[in-house]
């Protein structure tokens, strides 16, 4: 696993660091949507409803739009004058009962790693969650929003859930329910005692999930088989640089110019520079073997 996020656990006077972990993973099995005909991947371009143009991403703001259709587009500007939400810090607000929590509130949950050579303020956090069986509110920002969590212990590690903020929650009112008669005592007594034989603890390793597992058989066996309706993958292409990448690479080759120097020729030049000193020391002495013959040939000439 990797960490998402650092920070520390601000308990009264006590400062726990901690690493942050995501505590669950998907298991479905994921598909690409093709095309019918030949099998091509489909793909999907943002693209600008005005021009008809595709977008780069680092050409996109947020816009909001309000229930008279005004809209307001914010920029990354706009955003950075905000308080300031990356905070690394999880305050307790207080110790509640976990009872008191109702399920509907429990969203995402991540798994605390002390970060310090001595973990001792982790641990002394989580046995003292055990002994007041109780979990911590708390206050969780991460990528820019700050959630309500509850921090409990699961098998002496720290948890953190996050919650749903209550007014995300919706209200319901269904008017079927509105004049439905109670139950008699006697079905209510026939449907407790069909509870009780089907009552037992909880052990989560009973249950699995029988779609996942008869659609991974479906393609393993045909894959063995050698279907028709198996092909293999093209090769992916390479894909295209975008201009910002583009941009880099043209500056780096400018610098490199700038410098004398070409990409690819640093050993050339440097086998060049060195035929170059060696070329000179033959030349002087074929020149110092012509003066010591000169004489010689005057003297026959003259003879």
Same mark, same amino acid.
Not at 23 to 49: M, P, S
Not at 217 to 223: G, P, R, S, T, Y
């Given at each position: 696993m990797r960490s998402i996020w650092k920070g520390s656990i601000a308990f009264g006077l006590v400062?726990?660091?901690?690493?942050?972990? @995501?505590?669950?993973?998907?298991?479905? %099995?994921?598909?690409?949507?093709?095309?019918?005909?030949? &099998?091509?991947? %489909?793909?999907? =371009?943002?693209?600008?409803?005005?021009?008809?143009? /595709?977008?780069?991403?680092?050409?996109?703001?947020?816009?909001?739009?309000?229930?008279?259709?005004?809209?307001?587009?914010? @920029?990354?500007?706009?955003? *950075?004058?905000?308080?300031?939400? !990356?905070?690394? =810090?999880? /305050?307790?607000?207080?110790?509640? /009962?976990?009872? #008191?929590?109702?399920p509907i509130l429990f969203d995402k949950s991540y798994y605390l790693e002390p970060d310090s050579t001595t973990p001792k303020a982790y641990v002394l956090l989580a046995k003292t969650l055990e002994r007041v069986d109780r979990v911590a509110l708390v206050h969780f920002t991460l990528r820019q929003k700050t959630r309500l969590g509850a921090l409990r212990v699961r098998d002496g590690v720290l948890v953190l859930q996050t919650l749903l903020w209550p007014d995300e929650v919706r209200a319901v009112a269904f008017d079927k329910l509105d004049d439905v008669t109670e139950p008699k005592k006697q079905e209510l007594q026939m449907a407790e005692t069909l509870v009780d034989t089907l009552s037992d603890d909880f052990d989560p390793g009973l249950?699995?999930?029988?779609? #996942?597992? !008869?659609?991974?058989?479906?393609?393993? =066996?045909? %894959?063995?088989? &050698?279907?028709?309706?198996?092909?293999?993958? /093209? !090769?992916?292409?390479?894909?295209?640089?975008?201009? =910002?990448?583009?941009?880099?690479?043209? *500056?780096l080759q400018r610098s490199l110019e700038a410098s004398g120097r070409k990409t690819g020729s640093a050993a050339p030049a440097k086998a060049t520079k060195a035929t170059a000193e060696k070329k000179p020391a033959k030349k002087a002495a074929a020149k110092k073997t012509a003066a010591k013959k000169a004489p010689a040939k005057q003297t026959r000439k003259g003879a």
């Open positions: 400062n726990v660091p901690v690493k942050v972990y @995501t505590a669950t993973e998907d298991h479905d %099995i994921k598909f690409h949507q093709v095309h019918a005909v030949d &099998g091509g991947r %489909i793909r999907y =371009e943002r693209v600008c409803t005005v021009d008809g143009q /595709p977008v780069q991403y680092s050409d996109i703001d947020r816009a909001y739009e309000s229930p008279d259709g005004d809209r307001v587009i914010l @920029t990354d500007e706009d955003f *950075a004058k905000l308080p300031a939400a !990356e905070k690394h =810090e999880i /305050p307790v607000l207080q110790f509640v /009962p976990s009872e #008191q929590i109702d249950y699995v999930d029988e779609y #996942q597992i !008869e659609l991974k058989k479906l393609l393993d =066996e045909a %894959i063995a088989s &050698g279907s028709s309706k198996v092909t293999r993958a /093209p !090769e992916a292409a390479a894909p295209e640089m975008d201009a =910002e990448v583009v941009d880099l690479v043209a *500056a």
